[in-house]
Each structure stands twice: as structure tokens, then as C-alpha cells.
């Protein structure tokens, strides 16, 4: 009987336990008195107009029970409201495009969600991000399509929607491919998935934003200059120029023809130096004159654009015709900064260049680093679609090419080794230039 009665007792007391936890954590309830309903105080209060919106700042009451700013505004027909909590003072509005003058409401809102009477303010959004971008437009043609530059100074997320005008029976802009940019200076090359036919085409282009505002179709009549994939197998030509890497690692594995068998983005499969031989640079015959667009680079081993022993930048030159007669003359061919680094073996590097060498007659087509990504999904991509580099639009026609390694895997500098891998080489132009 005790040890029932001891039982009922611990069990009252539980219980009694648990009706006072459950009181505890019952939600509060609405204040019993009434709340300073009143607006928004106008003391400190102030408006700066911006491109598309404005920069709301003012005082924060002093009400324990306020838990945040809310503007309440109209923007293209819908009802759309912004927050602020107490620890900050001001409020952006945004995503306006040719609107001249703005109503909005000011409350102040409490934890229960209640709202304040409202302040009503006005301004004067300046020029849209959008209008900012397409009255900066240039279009130009490229190889293959058009290239596009534009200005965005708050680098707002802008998509650039490309267009081809159908000139059959629905006479209607089609569209092409889409971009998105929030570079404050951008270039984009439009090209498709295959390229435009060069021919006279009306391109049209329009930008988007991410709150829905669209501009006006900018319309670009122009022929696309023409480009091809030079064809493969191109010509090892390191054994003809000195200074050149002309180890391979291994001659049946991994021979330099691997730079253009076409196959990409895959495991062990490309071009990799000896381990100690000399020279960072390259020479590939294309086998023919070319007025060059990009060359396409794919890295060793797949989605590893910065393993292995990748090389990551590349220093290019190129000449459509080679005096043979210079060869003999090897300092000729000396590139300094490979020089005075120790990466050409058995050469002082403290020699003197003579006046004239190979990068007094050949032309420069650019220092080309590939972009760095943290995200692995932006890595695999790289890999997979490769690193364009584009060429200089005024570079004259050229047939041999010259490569010399800037950067490795992590983007350092090439160890003295010289050590280095590549995937794949792919080059793109117009082949249809006089040929020497």
C-alpha cells in the first residue's frame, strides 16, 4: 500500500512538472495596451536616388517592440515590399526601368506583425541598369557571329539574349543563346553552337534583369567573318626551332601527336614533357595560312584543369613564314624570360639577347590565362568545354605557332624541370587567306 501510495506520488509530481513546462514555453500574447502606432519619424530621414531605385536612410525608433523597417512600393504592376531589421537604417529599392517617379510606404513593424501608420515618400530613380548597359553597347561582327561589349558599373546580374531575324513567312526574331554577366565591362562573343553562316544576317539583342524588365531590341545588320576548325593532325615542328621542349615522357604513350587525336577531357590521355629536359616553348606547323580566331585548349586528365602537371597560361606568337636561314643563329631564337629563369639548360642566363630576335619578325597573339573557379561544378565545366583563347582581332594570318609555358597547375610558376602536361590544341580561323 506504501508503495503504491509512493508511486501516485511521483507521478502527481510529474505531471505537475509538465503542466509547468508547458506553461513556460506558451507563446506571448498581444500586448495588453495599445502600440505607438504612429509613422515613421521624417527627423534624419533621406532619399539618394540610384540607377533603377534609391537608398532609403533614416533614424530608428527608439520602441523596444519594433523588429524591423518595411517599404511597401508598386513595381511593374505588382505590390512588392522590403525589410530592414533595427539593426541597420537604411532600405534599397530596386529594379525599376523608365519609370520617372516612385510612391512608397514607410512602416515601422512590431514582433506581433503589426504595422505602424505609414510614411509616405517619393523619388526619382535614375537611369536603369538596363538602359545603362544597352546605351553603352557595341556591336561589332566576329568570326563565326558578333561580339559584344557592354557596360554594367553596379554589376547586376544582366542577361544578354541573342537573336537571328527570320525573314520568312512569320518575319519574327528568333532566338539563339543567352548569356549572363555581372562584369562591370563586358565582351561576349556570340557564336552558337556551330557559328553563323557567314552571310548577311539581322542580329538583335536585348538585356534582362532579374526583377523581369526587358529592353528594346537593338538591331545589328552585319556579315560574320568565316571560321573553320583548321583541320587535324597538325605538325610537330619542335625539332626545327631552337630552344624548344622536344622530350616527350613517353614516345608511345604520351607522344605530342596527342595533342590532336580529338579526343578531350579524359583520363591519361595527352602530352607530357620528360622530367629535366630544356625549354618551356613549342612550335606547331598548322599546315596552313590562317587568319586565326581562338585556339581551343584542353587540359590533361579529366575535370583537373588545375592537377596534374597542367599548364594553366601560355605566352603565343606566330609567323605565316620562317627563315631557315636564321636558325644557325640560335640566340635568335633565345625568348628572355625563359633565359634569365634558368628554364633553358646549358645557356647563361645572364648572356646578352642580340638586338634582333624571332619576336622582332613573328606576331604576338597574346598572354592567355585560364580563369580560376572554386566551385567544382565551374572546374568540370572548364575542363570539359576547354580554355578559348581568343586571338587579336587585328593579328595578322599566320601558320606557325609558337608556345611557351607561363604558368602551372595552381598557377605558379613552370619548375626548372620543365615538367608540364597539355590535353588537346584546337585551332579556329579563316583558312581561306592567300596562302604562301
Known amino acids: 500500500m506504501k508503495i503504491y501510495s509512493y508511486i501516485l506520488t511521483v507521478l502527481a509530481l510529474c505531471f505537475a512538472f509538465y503542466a509547468c513546462e508547458e506553461v513556460a514555453v506558451t507563446a506571448p500574447k498581444e500586448p495588453s495596451g495599445p502600440w505607438n502606432v504612429a509613422p515613421l519619424s521624417e527627423v534624419g530621414l533621406s532619399?539618394?536616388?540610384i540607377n533603377g531605385g534609391a537608398i532609403i536612410t533614416y533614424t530608428i525608433p527608439n520602441d523596444p517592440d519594433i523588429?524591423?523597417?518595411?517599404?511597401?512600393?508598386?513595381?511593374?504592376?505588382?505590390?512588392?515590399?522590403?525589410?530592414?531589421?533595427?539593426?541597420?537604417?537604411?532600405?534599397?529599392i530596386e529594379g525599376f526601368h523608365r519609370v520617372d517617379h516612385v510612391k512608397a510606404k514607410l512602416y515601422k513593424v512590431n514582433k506581433f506583425e503589426q504595422r505602424s501608420e505609414p510614411l509616405e515618400i517619393e523619388f526619382e530613380p535614375k537611369e536603369s541598369v538596363i538602359d545603362i548597359a544597352s546605351n553603352?553597347?557595341?556591336?561589332?561582327?566576329?568570326?563565326g557571329g558578333v561580339t559584344a561589349i557592354w557596360e554594367n558599373p553596379l554589376q547586376t546580374e544582366l542577361g544578354a539574349r541573342l537573336?537571328?531575324?527570320?525573314d520568312s513567312l512569320y518575319y519574327r526574331f528568333d532566338d539563339r543563346e543567352m548569356v549572363f554577366s555581372t562584369i562591370e565591362v563586358d565582351t561576349v562573343k556570340f557564336r552558337g553552337t556551330e557559328g553563323y553562316p557567314s552571310v548577311e544576317t539581322l542580329f538583335g539583342l536585348v538585356f534582362e534583369d532579374k526583377w523581369g524588365?526587358?529592353?528594346?531590341?537593338?538591331?545589328?545588320?552585319?556579315?560574320?567573318?568565316?571560321?573553320?576548325?583548321?583541320?587535324?593532325?597538325?605538325?610537330?615542328?619542335?625539332?626545327q626551332i631552337p630552344f624548344d621542349n622536344i622530350t616527350n615522357l613517353n614516345t608511345t604513350t604520351y607522344p605530342i601527336s596527342k595533342l590532336w587525336d580529338g579526343i578531350v577531357n579524359t583520363g591519361f590521355n595527352g602530352w607530357l614533357t620528360q622530367n629535366g629536359g630544356s625549354g618551356l616553348s613549342i612550335t606547331i606547323d598548322m599546315k596552313q595560312t590562317v587568319k586565326l580566331s581562338r585556339i581551343l585548349h584542353h587540359f590533361y586528365h579529366v575535370d583537373q584543369p588545375y592537377g596534374q602537371a597542367n599548364v594553366v597560361a601560355w605566352e603565343i606568337w606566330g609567323t605565316d613564314n620562317i627563315d631557315f636561314a636564321s636558325i644557325p643563329s640560335n640566340t635568335y631564337w633565345l625568348d628572355s624570360?625563359?633565359?634569365?629563369?634558368?628554364h633553358i639548360h646549358n645557356q647563361d642566363p645572364t648572356q646578352a639577347l642580340p638586338e634582333r630576335t624571332f619576336k622582332s619578325d613573328w606576331e604576338y597573339l597574346g598572354y592567355h590565362q585560364a580563369p580560376y573557379y572554386t566551385a567544382a561544378a565551374d572546374r568540370n565545366a572548364l575542363a570539359e568545354r576547354g580554355n578559348e583563347m581568343e586571338m587579336p582581332i587585328d593579328a595578322k594570318p599566320v601558320r606557325y605557332i609558337r608556345f611557351f609555358v607561363r604558368k602551372m597547375t595552381s598557377f605558379v610558376d613552370p619548375p626548372l624541370s620543365n615538367y608540364f602536361s597539355c590535353g588537346e590544341l584546337t585551332f579556329y580561323g579563316d583558312n581561306t587567306v592567300p596562302q604562301e
Not at 217 to 237: A, G, N
Open 47 to 49: 532619399i539618394e536616388n
Open 67 to 92: 523588429m524591423y523597417v518595411m517599404a511597401e512600393y508598386e513595381r511593374n504592376g505588382k505590390i512588392f515590399t522590403e525589410k530592414s531589421s533595427i539593426h541597420h537604417n537604411t532600405l534599397t
Open 136 to 143: 553603352s553597347i557595341q556591336l561589332l561582327p566576329g568570326f
Open 163 to 166: 537573336m537571328t531575324y527570320d
Open 213 to 239: 524588365n526587358v529592353s528594346d531590341t537593338i538591331e545589328f545588320l552585319t556579315t560574320p567573318f568565316f571560321e573553320t576548325m583548321i583541320p587535324k593532325p597538325y605538325v610537330d615542328f619542335r625539332s
Open 337 to 342: 624570360l625563359s633565359l634569365v629563369t634558368g
